[in-house]
């Protein structure tokens, strides 16, 4: 018994901080899931652990293993001053395709002859001839369909006075 809340409270981060989980020699990923847990946002963990001292291509990469939002992570480290083509190179590293991390790195803010230039130097076919669309949001619902997901009712009956 003993042992098992011990465990517990080892998987429950007290009051982690990105800074302590850093110094502590967690994992990437894990610092930013206890992080994730305290309801830090995105922006906040990239900034606090790049001045923890943690490094670019290790966010990106467990960002990547997290199937976070790339556009958020790489407009956190570019406000730092880590440029788009470092970003993209990172994560093509970390395993996503050079379209995806163009991408990313446009809904970031990156411009476009930087993407380019940084797609051609990883030998993307086509550089020059990237272009981004941003993505749409998904259509409404066809007219006539409810859009409520239905149910109704359901309460309780009042005994009859």
């Given amino acids: ?5 011990s ?3 080892l998987s429950v981060p007290a009051s982690a901080t990105v800074a302590g989980d850093i110094a502590a020699g967690l994992p990437m990923e894990q610092v930013i899931q206890n992080a994730l847990g305290t309801g830090m946002t995105i ?3 990239v900034a606090q652990a ?3 001292g943690a490094k670019y ?3 990106v990469k467990a960002a990547v293993a997290l199937k976070l939002d790339l556009a958020r992570i790489f407009k956190a480290c570019m406000e730092r001053g880590v440029g788009a083509a470092d970003l993209m190179a990172a994560a093509v590293q970390a395993g996503i395709g050079m379209e995806q991390a163009a991408n990313a790195a446009m809904a970031a803010g990156a411009k ?8 051609a ?11 981004y669309s941003a993505p749409t ?22 005994p009859a006075r």
Avoid at 1 to 5: F, N, P, R, S, Y
Avoid at 112 to 119: D, G, I, K
């Fill in 43 to 45: 922006e906040a963990i």
């Fill in 121 to 131: 130097n990883m030998g993307y076919p086509g550089a020059d001839d990237y272009t």
């Fill in 57 to 59: 291509q290790d966010i």
């Fill in 112 to 119: 476009l002859a930087e993407v380019r230039q940084a797609l």
């Fill in 7 to 9: 465990l517990l409270l």
């Fill in 50 to 52: 790049l001045e923890a």
């Fill in 137 to 158: 949001p998904p259509p409404p619902p066809p007219s006539g369909t409810p859009s409520f997901l239905g149910g109704g009712g359901g309460g309780a009956v009042s």
């Fill in 1 to 5: 018994m003993l042992v098992l809340l």
